[in-house]
């Protein structure tokens, strides 16, 4: 190499656009967040075929099944949670519906947007300054429910999207107000 300044200066004027850049905005984010909120919701409503009213030992939240503890909250939650409490609730749905996937391709478009719409909302939730969940849910699916979705894979999916668009309702629900913690 013989002008090794010139190459210096050529990685410089890469990192000019870069200077240019604009702050993300709370509103595009939340402007984001509600359409894939909106789309998500229409991709289940065509996915869902019956609706499912089931109780299923190991999807509920109860005292030894939570959200921290690997299950699958029911419903959306108490109307007045807050956006990272929401986005909180999103894990064990999208890790649910990761497992159920492999063999259903729009599960597993499900389980992906899920997951998109949980980063909007923890960045949502950083530019409103509102403080984060500091709950870190574990990984994979609990052995129990594992069971349940070796024998009956299918109602576990239909419970897990109805608890999925009850999540969305209440995301949909605190996003159309003003921005919130």
């Given at each position: 190499?013989?002008?090794?300044?010139?190459?210096?200066?050529?990685?410089?004027?890469?990192w000019?656009?870069?200077?240019?850049?604009?702050?993300?905005?709370?509103?595009?984010?939340?402007?984001?967040?509600?359409?894939?909120?909106?789309?998500?919701?229409?991709?289940?409503?065509?996915?869902?075929?019956?609706?499912?009213t089931?109780?299923?030992?190991?999807?509920e939240?109860?005292?030894?099944?939570?959200?921290?503890?690997?299950?699958?909250?029911?419903?959306?939650?108490?109307?007045?949670?807050?956006?990272?409490?929401?986005?909180?609730?999103?894990?064990?749905?999208?890790?649910?519906?990761?497992?159920?996937?492999p063999?259903?391709p729009?599960l597993?478009?499900?389980?992906?947007?899920?997951?998109?719409?949980?980063?909007?909302?923890?960045?949502?939730?950083?530019?409103?300054?509102?403080?984060l969940?500091?709950?870190?849910?574990?990984?994979?699916?609990?052995?129990?429910?594992?069971?349940?979705?070796?024998?009956?894979?299918?109602?576990?999916?239909?419970?897990?999207?109805?608890?999925?668009?009850?999540?969305?309702?209440?995301?949909?629900?605190?996003?159309?107000?003003?921005?919130?913690c």
């Amino acid at each position: 190499m013989r002008c090794p300044h010139v190459s210096l200066w050529g990685v410089l004027w890469l990192w000019l656009p870069l200077a240019g850049g604009r702050p993300l905005r709370p509103d595009k984010v939340q402007a984001d967040t509600r359409n894939l909120t909106r789309t998500l919701s229409t991709r289940i409503r065509h996915l869902q075929l019956l609706p499912v009213t089931l109780r299923i030992r190991g999807l509920e939240v109860g005292e030894e099944v939570t959200p921290q503890a690997g299950g699958v909250p029911e419903g959306g939650g108490v109307p007045e949670a807050g956006l990272g409490a929401l986005a909180q609730r999103l894990p064990p749905l999208q890790r649910l519906l990761g497992t159920l996937a492999p063999g259903h391709p729009p599960l597993a478009q499900v389980a992906n947007d899920t997951e998109n719409l949980r980063s909007l909302l923890l960045t949502l939730v950083t530019l409103l300054g509102c403080p984060l969940p500091a709950v870190s849910p574990p990984p994979g699916v609990p052995p129990r429910l594992a069971e349940l979705v070796a024998e009956a894979p299918h109602t576990v999916a239909a419970v897990a999207l109805a608890r999925l668009r009850d999540c969305l309702d209440a995301i949909a629900t605190r996003l159309d107000g003003p921005p919130a913690c």
